[in-house]
């Protein structure tokens, strides 16, 4: 083993002596190196981080170690700093730096005092963390039943870029962006919100939110209420010198807006309105009332322009289809004469077979054989006015369905368009029924259209009993009671004679009727 000698472990611990002295005077200069090290800078949050230093020191012995910070620069103990309170002997120390401003740049260097010197380690620098942005909801205006108008303000941005911002919305009490939002932009400032898809006559609680870095802040909730949705129909009248002649054994009045047919708009679309009128005079004057009243406004008009000073309007005998626009102030009237079209028919879809109007029922009303296949109702010849029905029911829409027939026979129509947007039909196959009939209460007698006395008809024997007509071999429509007033369900109509009887059903008219005639 080799030998150190004494002169050579002198001559160390002279230097190092020597060291140690020539630190004791405060010089930034000094190179520490492994005397005072600035090791680390961690756990940085929003407010605080911690510095770790390391230390090498003999001589005079360390009185004070540290760090010191500071926003600029070459940080000194004139500076902020943070003491450790630690044992000072020990080599490595760690102090945590609190109170720091979020979102800022910080110089940090390790120091040490000994013998009345101060020593600095190597400088780092590092970033406060950004906090959440603080915002403001605003107030909610411009509710209605689906829709509301909110917003907000972002007042500071965290030390960090909004990257979004809105509001959000629910039925529940605390919305988050988990729930209904809308986004509207970035960055500080007011900002405006369209709430939409709002369910009527409910309470909805909205905030404002904004989004940086270090996450999404909400600003205090406010609650609304929608309206319930007020269902607007729009209802104007036609009153004219046509009214008493056109609609007979009805109680409605020449020019008298009360008791005058109507048009009606739609609850979607309240502007616009329509409805079917029967005109009966060869020529025939009317206005459109918006009252049922004259307290107006009242429009006459001509060329299809309405006109509160405007003229009565006048127009040849017919059944017209009368739209209104009630924000433009225009109109139309159209003469329609109404029949059966489709594959089912005679004429399939080349034409209609007509009906005809019935003013004591306001319908239009006929019969025609049909077979196993589909219809529709058509007017003018042409396809401008058709109705199908969509829901497969009584219920008729324009331009809906074709309607189906399962069964061949001869029906009877009844096509009812004198309420407005709520129009209707029925198409029944009739017959004969009864002990006095050879099918008993068993079976139907069938009976066929008549166009020339426009009625149904059978010919048949009989033998002494009773009868009733029914529709379509079930008992859901059925008359009865006396040849000259037949009603729904009415009791048994009573044959006397054994004989070959012709019947005729006639169910047009204010009454429904009857002839059984034996031949």
Request: glycine share 10%.
């Amino acid at each position: 083993m080799k030998r150190i000698s004494v002169f050579k472990i002198v001559a160390l611990l002279v230097t190092l002596a020597f060291m140690v002295v020539a630190c004791t005077k405060e010089n930034p200069d000094v190179k520490l190196d492994a005397q005072l090290t600035t090791a680390q800078v961690k756990a940085i949050t929003s407010e605080s981080a911690t510095v770790v230093g390391f230390v090498i020191a003999e001589g005079a012995g360390i009185t004070e170690k540290g760090v010191c910070y500071a926003t600029q620069t070459n940080p000194t103990v004139d500076n902020e700093k943070v003491v450790y309170n630690g044992e000072l002997d020990e080599a490595s120390f760690t102090v945590v730096i609190t109170g720091l401003n979020y979102a800022t740049t910080y110089y940090v260097r390790a120091y040490a005092i000994a013998g009345g010197a101060t020593l600095y380690g190597e400088e780092f620098s590092f970033t406060t963390l950004a906090v959440l942005p603080t915002i403001t909801t605003a107030a909610v205006i411009d509710i209605t039943s689906t829709s509301a108008k909110c917003g907000g303000e972002v007042l500071t941005n965290g030390g960090a870029e909004i990257t979004a911002k809105g509001v959000c919305y629910s039925l529940e009490s605390l919305p988050t962006l988990d729930h209904m939002v809308t986004n509207d932009g970035t960055g500080l400032g007011v900002f405006i919100s369209e709430l939409s898809g709002l369910q009527d006559d409910a309470t909805y609680y909205v905030r404002a939110y904004a989004t940086n870095s270090a996450g999404t802040a909400y600003g205090e909730v406010i609650s609304f209420v929608t309206p319930e949705i007020v269902i607007l129909t729009r209802t104007w009248y036609v009153p004219g010198d046509y009214v008493a002649a056109s609609y007979p054994e009805s109680g409605l009045i020449d020019w008298d807006p009360a008791n005058s047919p109507f048009i009606q708009s739609l609850e979607t679309s309240s502007d616009m309105l329509e409805g079917y009128v029967y005109m009966a005079n060869a020529s025939n004057q009317w206005k459109l009332a918006t009252q049922p009243n004259w307290d107006g406004p009242n429009y006459g008009g001509s060329e299809g322009v309405l006109d509160p000073a405007g003229e009565n309007i006048i127009v040849t005998a017919g059944y017209y289809k009368i739209n209104a626009d009630a924000a433009a102030l225009t109109y139309t009237a159209v003469a329609t004469e109404w029949g059966v079209i489709g594959s089912a028919t005679p004429s399939g879809w080349d034409d209609e077979t007509a009906l005809m109007y019935d003013p004591f029922t306001k319908t239009w009303r006929g019969g025609l054989h049909l077979t196993a296949n589909e219809f529709k109702f058509r007017a003018n010849h042409n396809w401008d006015f058709n109705y199908g029905s969509t829901a497969g029911d009584a219920t008729l829409d324009a331009g809906g369905a074709n309607i189906p027939i399962a069964t061949d026979a001869d029906y009877y129509f009844v096509l009812d368009l004198s309420n407005p947007n709520a129009y209707t039909y029925s198409a029944n196959y009739w017959g004969l029924i009864g002990s006095a009939t050879p099918g008993g209460w068993d079976a139907d007698q069938d009976m066929t259209w008549d166009a020339v006395n426009q009625s149904l008809t059978v010919t048949v024997d009989l033998v002494v009993g009773d009868i009733k007509f029914r529709a379509n071999d079930a008992w859901d429509i059925n008359l009865g009671g006396t040849p000259e007033a037949l009603v729904p369900g009415g009791d048994n109509i009573a044959i006397t004679e054994d004989g070959n009887y012709t019947i005729h059903l006639f169910l047009a008219g204010s009454v429904q009727t009857c002839t059984i005639v034996k031949n």
